[in-house]
RNA sequence: GCGGUCAUGGCGGAAUUGGCAGACGCAUAAGACUAAGGAUCUUAUGAGUAAUUUCUCGUGCAGGUUCAAGUCCUGUUGACCGCACCA
């Protein structure tokens, strides 16, 4: 068969008859299947593209055989870094880079026959999109979800421009290799905090992956202690957050990050040199070095002192770059007994150890992080740890010097830019009115295009003065447009709502559509995205929801991971490695559904593996063998009346099971053992044609649910056979079969019979026969009477239909 | 470092969720058909041992729970993914 031809043909013909367009009538029936849209890359259509489009479409063309409306659209991600990276190298505009590669994409993925809905196309570098990429920027500000305050960037003061972390390599700038420091720059924030316990209680109800949903909860990371304040001798008050209030009166210094504003103005004369310099060190060293336990603790003396609210004792203050000014208070207590990290902190800077928990069950060997009974805290002596942190907090509180306080791993999402391609914040600063959102009629700002984007320190869009420059739309003063762009995380946080209504001119979605179509019923991309993409849509469609546009509180109901698919090699595929291996040359050698086939059947699909393409030839032979089977069939005349003996029970049995089995296979995206039933099911029926004594008419209905079950899994293979079949109607028209459950009953089955848990015989018992039958019917089997001999059995084990198990003694 | 995942024949991978380990396929071998076969069909194929239908071992490694463990528990080794500005 000419795959090459028949591809187009049914292309073709399904284009033609709107086949895979979703149809609102039915929407009471919709399936919406989701895949995570794509980055326009130069390097056209990878192995990971075809593996997460091509098999998610054979699981949404099965959905559609089993009756559901599928809904499935493609779009873009169009907008980030490497497309302005490569206009910074060659001069090319980011804009016409990106269409022209979008448009490559788009001939291949409709080269792939997959049933994407062209319709609901969406790209996000188009001012019909971010313009309500901007609207959603501004309903958030409107309700406080957004907001302003100063945060560190990479910084190469070499380059004079902000890197993404990707762009530092081992601290140092990959272009020219300054070392990068950080450097404080005034950006806009999503309060996504404010969801953060939802976002964790949500999860429960998801059918999500065990992992994904842990990952998403560890990146939460709540975890439930209090607040407590010191004073420092100039009257300075700060909090520090802890789990172990229970310790309060162990402390022995506190630790305030190195960014934390009061190191700045607690600092000692004395200490100033010393300080500055240990602030400007831990400028370099990024947040993963910085959290490890296993690197040496360091930090300085900054000359001052803070007093314990506990017990009115003072203790020093000390900058740690052990201490993040982004997680809790930006400060902690150090507790030498009770904490590894303080422990060999203070042995490190000769503080003293305090022991204030003692072990109940024996000896406190320190640092004793356990909990235990308190001793030396005053009134609280005698108490449990747990009771203590309850008992000191409410004392504290009292005083107003502490507070129950549950803590969040969780940080706010940064969301703000210094970059050209993304989609401007639309926001303008005026000398008089301070921060003014763009009124919504004026959107979208337009990123305008005669910009110069290589970098000089500025963000691309400040040196654009006929953007920049703008009227208040309060005050009509002369103001200034915000010059930053948005994460692109933010056009892909909110697009699944865009599809179902694209072309939408005067809101980003029209309420009534969406709460029909969503949620998305099967979401389907990279286990990458576990903590980020996945947790900012979540946070979106819940803002969104409380705002009242939307009526439901998750946008994903079902989520599947596929794996990632290796080089040859075994390492992931790189063209530095030179292991890169393209889908062209196969889909050339054996067309798009032999592809697909294969992809489905050599791996198990959401682990992936190493690409090996022996397997390959193997599934283009399994296709022939169809055709030849289908060809030869084409001609059989069914007859009336069909005699059904052993042999016809075996195909009906082969067929039913087969049915059943793929059914199951496809809907949990385990492909590979989908394709092996279907493989099994080829060699019965081309076993049952061998013989002489045959009927036409069983083997033309087995055929053709072969067809059926084959249809979703390689698309214009199937029609073509269904066409040879004499059927006027697309296979996609047709109902699945369903599963004949009474050709799955066999009369006997098989057991086998083991004798203390080791297999020894096999039996074959009626299907209902009694405990007592079966124990019978194995102690009568020749091996196992020899075997048990004068032994007696003390004990007998049957579980149906698989095994009775003798314990002899 | 923290969080997460994985480990099964020569290879890709199955195993109904605690019940016959190795489905299906690749590779290999033997045979059939043939003028020919890199086509097609049939059979065999975890390792060792026995040599008919035997026995033993076997799911990274070391323990444990159980009548029964690839599956559950504890420890351990190795590989991979994410870590907040790649998308």
């Known amino acids: 068969m000419d795959m090459k031809q028949i591809e187009a043909k049914w292309q073709a013909k399904w284009e033609k008859d709107k086949l895979n367009y979703f149809n609102k009538k039915n929407v009471d029936k919709k399936f919406y299947c989701l895949e995570m849209f794509s980055y326009p890359s130069a390097s056209k259509l990878h192995l990971g593209h075809w593996y997460n489009y091509g098999l998610t479409d054979s699981y949404a063309r099965f959905k559609r055989m089993k009756g559901f409306e599928v809904f499935q659209p493609m779009g873009f991600d169009a907008f980030g870094l490497p497309a302005e990276n490569f206009a910074i190298k060659t001069g090319k505009h980011p804009e016409l880079t990106t269409l022209e590669n979008i448009e490559t994409m788009e001939g291949q993925l409709k080269a792939m026959g997959a049933m994407f809905d062209w319709n609901a196309e969406i790209k996000t570098c188009m001012p019909d999109y971010y313009k309500w990429t901007q609207w959603l920027f501004l309903k958030l500000y409107e309700n406080n979800l957004a907001y302003r305050k100063e945060a560190p960037v990479n910084w190469c003061p070499s380059c004079n421009t902000v890197l993404a972390n990707e762009q530092v390599d081992d601290g140092h700038c990959e272009r020219c290799g300054t070392q990068v420091i950080k450097k404080n720059l005034t950006q806009w924030f999503f309060k996504i905090t404010q969801y953060a316990e939802e976002l964790l209680s949500c999860l429960d109800g998801l059918d999500w992956p065990e992992k994904t949903k842990a990952m998403q909860k560890n990146w939460i990371g709540k975890s439930s202690g209090g607040e407590i304040t010191f004073t420092a001798e100039s009257g300075d008050e700060f909090k520090v957050f ?53 690197r040496e603790k360091t930090g300085v003396f900054i000359g001052a002192y803070a007093i314990n609210p506990a017990n009115g004792k003072k203790v020093p203050i000390y900058a740690a770059d052990y201490v993040l000014y982004s997680y809790g208070t930006g400060a902690v207590m150090g507790v030498p007994a009770h904490d590894a990290r303080d422990y060999l902190f203070a042995q490190k800077y000769d503080l003293p150890v305090n022991v204030v928990i003692r072990n109940p069950k024996g000896e406190t060997e320190l640092p004793y992080c356990e909990d235990g009974m308190l001793v030396n805290s005053l009134t609280f002596d005698g108490l449990s740890s747990e009771d203590a942190r309850k008992a000191i907090l409410n004392s504290l509180s009292k005083e107003g010097k502490g507070q129950h306080k549950t803590n969040y791993r969780l940080r706010d999402w940064l969301v703000s830019r210094q970059r050209y391609w993304g989609a401007p914040i639309p926001m303008i600063h005026c000398p008089h009115c301070g921060t003014v959102p763009v009124p919504y009629k004026d959107l979208p700002v337009e990123l305008p295009k005669d910009v110069e984007f290589r970098p000089d320190g500025k963000s691309p869009l400040a040196k654009c003065e006929s953007f920049v420059k703008v009227k208040c739309p309060v005050c009509g003063a002369d103001a200034e447009r915000d010059v930053d762009t948005l994460d692109t995380f933010v056009c892909s946080s909110w697009y699944y709502l865009r599809y179902p209504d694209n072309k939408n001119e005067d809101m980003p979605f029209d309420p009534e559509i969406i709460n029909q179509m969503l949620p998305v019923d099967k979401y389907v991309g990279g286990p990458e995205h576990a903590c980020m993409h996945l947790l900012y849509a979540r946070f979106i469609t819940k803002a969104l929801r409380d705002m009242g546009y939307l009526k439901f509180d998750e946008p994903f109901t079902s989520l599947t991971h596929q794996g990632i698919i290796l080089g040859p090699d075994g390492n992931r595929m790189s063209k530095s490695r030179g292991n890169v291996v393209s889908p062209d040359t196969y889909i050339e050698e054996f067309g798009s559904d032999v592809f697909r086939l294969y992809l489905m059947f050599g791996f198990d699909y959401t682990e992936g593996g190493p690409w090996d393409d022996n397997g390959i030839k193997s599934i283009a032979k399994f296709v022939e063998r169809i055709e030849r089977l289908v060809t030869k069939v084409c001609s059989y005349k069914p007859e009336k009346n069909v005699q059904i003996g052993k042999e016809e029970k075996d195909l009906l049995y082969a067929e039913a099971y087969c049915v059943k089995s793929v059914d199951r296979d496809m809907n949990v995206f385990s492909f590979n053992t989908a394709i092996a039933r279907l493989m099994e099911f080829v060699s019965a029926i081309n076993k049952y044609d061998g013989l002489s004594e045959k009927s036409n008419s069983l083997i033309l209905k087995a055929v053709d649910t072969l067809i059926l079950l084959l249809a979703p899994c390689a698309p214009h293979f199937a029609e073509e056979l269904w066409a040879m079949r004499g059927n006027k109607k697309s296979v996609f028209l047709e109902d699945y079969p369903v599963c004949d459950e009474n050709a799955l009953v066999k009369d006997e089955v098989e057991l086998a019979v083991q004798i203390n848990s080791k297999v020894k015989a096999k039996i074959n018992v009626s299907k209902d026969a009694t405990d007592d039958e079966i124990k019978a019917i194995a102690l009568a089997n020749d091996i196992i009477k020899k075997i048990v001999g004068d032994s007696q059995v003390v004990k007998v084990i049957i579980v149906k239909g698989r095994l009775v198990n003798l314990i002899v003694k």
Not at 247 to 274: I, M, N, W
């Open 242 to 294: 802890t789990t172990r209030a229970d310790t309060v009166f162990g402390v022995s210094y506190v630790v305030l990050a190195p960014e934390h504003p009061l190191v700045k103005k607690l600092t000692t004369e004395d200490r100033a040199k010393d300080v500055e310099k240990y602030v400007e060190e831990t400028a370099k060293i990024n947040e993963i070095e910085r959290l490890s336990t296993t």
